[in-house]
């Protein structure tokens, strides 16, 4: 079993609503980190957290280390907002979840 | 700064070759780590690098070999290449010696197929 488990595998919306990505993380890890790949490849390193919430533009990602759950939510989603999310955490080793394919559609 | 860079974005190679990926940084980080990425599987730590002259296995080691001879480069070696290793490849790197409290820079990653 992954330590790491990313929902849902895959999102569609329609642009401007709200989106929320979740990932459980198993006893260990004691950061998390959301991470965004493009359509090209590239990977980009968009939060780290190890308790609270943290706020970039129309992202917001929070942690919640009782439950061990975060979230990462995308407000007034854009097309260009595509991509796949992956969380990632940090413990005695670094764990990925297979990620979140979203695509917003116009 | 140009950030991780990696060469070449694409390779073909048939079994039992052996190639080098390239990676590089030029932001003076401490660690660096190489990823495959595989459908279905997430990001996989094959190996590691807390500074030049320390390398470690993570997650998938077998059939690759690393060196860290210096703080800017970190090559992956596939000695015997096999369909298995068919993937795409990410070279990331951080500051601090260890990641969970930074954040990584991930190269443009390599797309590696073995016939």
């Known amino acids: 079993k992954n330590e790491v488990e990313q929902s849902p595998q895959n999102l569609t919306a329609q642009e401007g609503e709200f989106i929320t990505i979740n990932c459980s993380y198993s006893v260990g890890i004691s950061a998390l980190h959301w991470l965004q790949q493009h359509p090209g490849g590239g990977i980009v390193s968009l939060f780290m957290?190890?308790?609270g919430k943290k706020k970039h533009g129309r992202l917001i990602a929070t942690i919640n280390i009782q439950e061990k759950h975060s979230s990462l939510h995308i407000t007034a989603s854009h097309p260009r907002d595509s991509a796949v999310y992956i969380c990632e955490g940090s413990g005695s080793r670094l764990t990925f979840g297979e990620g979140t394919q979203l695509t917003v559609n116009p | 700064n140009a950030g991780v860079t990696q060469t070449p974005k694409f390779q073909v190679l048939k079994t039992g070759q052996s190639m080098t990926l390239q990676c590089a940084q030029d932001?003076?980080?401490?660690?660096m780590s190489w990823y495959r990425q595989d459908p279905g599987m997430g990001l996989r730590l094959i190996h590691y690098?807390?500074?030049?002259?320390?390398?470690d296995q993570g997650e998938v080691p077998n059939g690759y070999n690393v060196s860290r001879s210096t703080t800017e480069d970190f090559p992956l070696r596939l000695l015997s290449a096999a369909p298995s290793q068919t993937s795409v490849y990410f070279c990331?790197?951080?500051?601090?010696?260890?990641?969970?409290?930074?954040?990584?820079?991930f190269g443009p990653g390599t797309r590696l197929t073995v016939l």
């Open positions: 690098s807390v500074g030049a002259g320390i390398t």
């Open positions: 957290l190890s308790s």
């Open positions: 932001m003076n980080h401490e660690y």
């Open positions: 990331a790197s951080s500051y601090s010696v260890g990641p969970s409290t930074d954040t990584q820079y």
